[in-house]
């Protein structure tokens, strides 16, 4: 359609046109045109993108006014011949400075005070910068890694808050973009690094700047001038040059604040403030994904507020905390999850009277209930055995602790008089005095009385006539054994001391003379055998050898040397008792060994 209309006018043009409004790039690409409809002024802008020797192709013997608007703000590297700078410099053009800024938010029209003639007013419907009060800040880190880190901390943050790489613009007046990009990159930024010769004269909503060692004002200012919405500068600010330095104290001057800071709110929170100083603040305040150390607080389906860190996507269905419904008439909580299936039983502790005695106890709730809805429990309060103790009287007149259900039937089982043994109550440990038949009196514990005998020592005398001591109360008739010594003759006359109990024969141990049969004689027991006789003899053995032995020995080999002559002239050099002599002469076999 553009088309079409450019040739409609071209074939019949309308002489006279007052204005025309364009850029050089269109104005040099349709000159034909423009000559053609023969205007009378000429409004040009961006003419400091274009070069001087295309100003005589823009000019027509019809106009009064050319026009030439451009950006007074160009970095350090726009060429000096320039459509620009060709106005400036020559004598037939006036320059004039807009007082008006229609793009610029008035905070970032504040930062440009030092190279402008007066403040420039903004009429921008620029929208507040969402998560962080401030529109413009200046924090001076010398350190480069900590200012690629806090300048990484903020993109992240602005990420989270819906501002994608179009609308921030991560800006390096010095060339070191490279190092800031892969910082980004390790914080999953989406957001892109550029030099001011790569960016300008390009805009964006949100300028944040690296001011690095050596940074020019003219840089910086042109940078300043494509930022719609905020800026936030980090870097070595005192580095910087003088015209730099005028920007930095121009904003301090208008804050009037000791260190610079951001007020900075979570996406998820936007009523919880934070401030910021440092990197340190970012990441001790928020985490890697850019949301808060503040609980979630977003109240789920169920109408609890979640109760994580903040955090991003859904909330689960599950709800892990308490129930708030009622289970019960006495308008105990679920004890569940929220998200759980509700008790049947309510199992809230209950502490309540009893229903047989005055002694309370602590049940579940449920175990209390007695209406019709709900039989009461098998092991509830109507079953239980009251463990309070209580005093009774025994069967012996003393009285004891037992619990309070074992009470309740003590007057039941009275009468029968086993009241101790069907309560199974401990032994009285009363102390009683006793005397029974024989008259000694004694102290005793109460249930010992039924089956004491008294232990008193008397002295008693046997049917032997001896006398010993024993207990009062022991049988009589089942005395110890007597162990009185009495002398008793054994059958071969001798005399010896036995007990009194123990007077049945046994063998005499009296020493005796006794003659053996070989006519020897020794000392032996009186109830003993006749030993074997070893007093020793001479004795001719059957070799012929005389040996010296005991008497009794008469079957040992005689152990004399044989002598035995050989028939090689040795002598046998054996003992006389092994025989048969063997003829293998020793000697003249060890002979033969050494031959």
């Given at each position: 359609r553009y088309n079409k209309i450019l040739s409609e006018h071209v074939t019949s043009p309308a002489p006279g046109a007052t204005v025309i409004v364009s850029t050089v790039a269109t104005a040099i690409t349709h000159a034909a045109v423009i000559g053609a409809l023969q205007p009378k002024a000429l409004v040009l802008f961006r003419a400091h993108q274009f070069p001087a020797f295309l100003a005589a192709t823009l000019y027509s013997q019809s106009m009064t006014k050319l026009i030439f608007i451009g950006d007074n703000f160009c970095p350090r590297n726009t060429p000096a011949s320039s459509l620009w700078s060709f106005?400036?410099?020559?004598?037939?053009?006036?320059?004039?400075?807009?007082?008006?800024?229609?793009?610029?938010?008035?905070?970032?029209?504040?930062?440009?005070?030092?190279?402008?003639?007066?403040?420039?007013?903004?009429?921008?419907?620029a929208e507040a910068v969402k998560g962080i009060a401030e529109q413009a800040q200046f924090f001076d880190i010398r350190d480069e890694d900590e200012a690629f880190s806090m300048i990484s901390r903020l993109c992240l943050h602005l990420q989270t808050h819906g501002y994608g790489p179009g609308d921030v613009a991560v800006v390096s007046l010095v060339p070191i973009a490279p190092a800031l990009a892969q910082k980004l990159r390790q914080l999953r930024c989406a957001h892109v690094v550029w030099t001011l010769k790569d960016f300008y004269p390009g805009w964006c909503k949100i300028l944040i700047l690296f001011i690095g060692t050596g940074s020019f004002g003219a840089d910086l200012v042109a940078?300043?001038?494509?930022?719609?919405?905020?800026?936030?500068?980090?870097?070595?600010?005192a580095s910087a040059d003088?015209?730099?330095?005028?920007?930095?104290?121009?904003?301090?001057?208008?804050?009037?604040?000791?260190?610079?800071?951001l007020s900075v709110s979570c996406a998820r929170h936007p009523g919880t403030v934070i401030r910021i100083e440092n990197v340190r603040d970012f990441?001790?305040?928020?985490?890697?994904?850019?949301?808060?150390?503040?609980?979630c607080g977003v109240k789920k389906r169920c109408g609890h507020a979640c109760i994580d860190r903040c955090h991003e996507g859904e909330h689960p269905v599950f709800c892990s905390q308490p129930c708030s419904k009622t289970v019960c008439s006495r308008k105990h909580p679920c004890m569940n999850r929220c998200s759980e299936r509700c008790t049947q039983h309510c199992r809230v502790d209950v502490t309540a009277t009893l229903p047989y005695c005055a002694h309370t106890a602590t049940f579940p709730c449920y175990k209390w209930d007695t209406s019709s809805a709900q039989s009461p429990s098998r092991d509830g309060p109507h079953q239980y055995k009251c463990t309070v103790p209580v005093i009774v009287k025994r069967d012996c007149g003393h009285t004891t602790q037992v619990s309070c259900f074992e009470s309740r039937s003590v007057e039941a089982v009275r009468t029968s008089g086993q009241l101790e043994q069907l309560l199974n109550l401990p032994p009285c440990r009363e102390n009683v005095q006793v005397t029974p038949p024989c008259g000694h009196s004694k102290t005793i514990l109460c249930c010992n009385k039924a089956s004491y005998k008294c232990n008193?020592?008397?002295?008693?005398?046997?049917?032997?006539?001896?006398?010993?001591?024993?207990?009062c109360g022991a049988d009589r008739l089942l005395l110890p054994l007597c162990t009185e010594p009495v002398p008793v003759f054994l059958g071969c006359g001798h005399m010896t001391y036995k007990e009194c109990s123990r007077t049945t024969a046994s063998k005499c141990t009296a020493v005796a003379k006794r003659t053996l049969a070989c006519g020897h004689t020794v000392d032996v027991a009186c109830g003993s055998a006749s030993p074997l006789c070893t007093v020793p003899v001479s004795k001719t053995l059957s070799c012929g050898h005389v040996q010296i032995r005991v008497c009794h020995d008469n079957s040992s080999p005689c152990a004399r040397p044989c002598n035995y002559r050989m028939r090689c002239s040795h002598f046998c050099n054996l003992r006389c008792g092994v025989h048969p002599h063997e003829e293998k002469c020793r000697s003249c076999k060890d002979k033969c060994c050494i031959s």
């Open positions: 106005a400036l410099s020559s004598q037939g053009f006036e320059l004039h400075e807009l007082s008006l800024q229609s793009l610029l938010s008035q905070p970032v029209c504040n930062l440009l005070a030092p190279f402008t003639k007066d403040v420039l007013q903004s009429c921008s419907s940078a300043l001038s494509r930022a719609r919405c905020a800026v936030y500068g980090f870097g070595s600010l003088e015209s730099c330095q005028n920007v930095f104290n121009t904003l301090l001057e208008s804050r009037q604040l000791s260190r610079p800071f990441e001790s305040k928020f985490r890697e994904t850019g949301a808060c150390n503040e609980p008193v020592t008397v002295k008693v005398e046997r049917s032997c006539g001896h006398s010993c001591y024993v207990s």
